[in-house]
């Protein structure tokens, strides 16, 4: 059974540091295009950032460019998102996704991806 499981997320005040990780079971892990979304109160889910298979290539939502990273470990089955300088507009409930779409055409809509983790909140306080 393949799942899904975001850890590392919490409160932090504007301008700090947090780093996201999922961890994967029951995947061939390095077959698969990742990605993390976010989902905000009453708004849409909206993709952040992707990564192809080896970790090469990763594509960025225009707004996190140059303060997200996202990066994969194919030997231990995870995927890390490292978030700088956040900001309150970056507070939503954050997802790793599995199975999508090819990275370097883009990130993708959440149904272009197969396998979701619970969901992880982030909280950036002004």
């Known amino acids: 059974q393949r799942r899904l499981v975001e850890s590392g997320g919490g409160l932090v005040q504007s301008g700090g540091s947090l780093k996201l990780s999922c961890t994967a079971t029951?995947?061939?892990?390095?077959?698969?295009?990742l990605g993390w979304f976010r989902q905000a109160p009453g708004k849409e889910r909206e993709g952040v950032a992707c990564v192809d298979t080896s970790g090469t290539r990763t594509n960025y939502q225009e707004s996190v460019k140059g303060r997200f990273t996202i990066s994969r470990d194919n030997a231990n089955s995870t995927m890390y998102l490292q978030m700088n300088s956040l900001k309150p507009e970056d507070t939503a409930t954050y997802f790793c996704?599995?199975?999508?779409?090819?990275?370097?055409?883009?990130?993708?809509?959440?149904?272009?991806?197969?396998?979701w983790g619970q969901g992880i909140q982030v909280t950036v306080s002004a």
């Open positions: 029951g995947f061939t892990w390095d077959r698969y295009f």
């Open positions: 996704a599995a199975d999508g779409p090819a990275c370097w055409i883009g990130i993708g809509s959440p149904s272009d991806y197969m396998d």
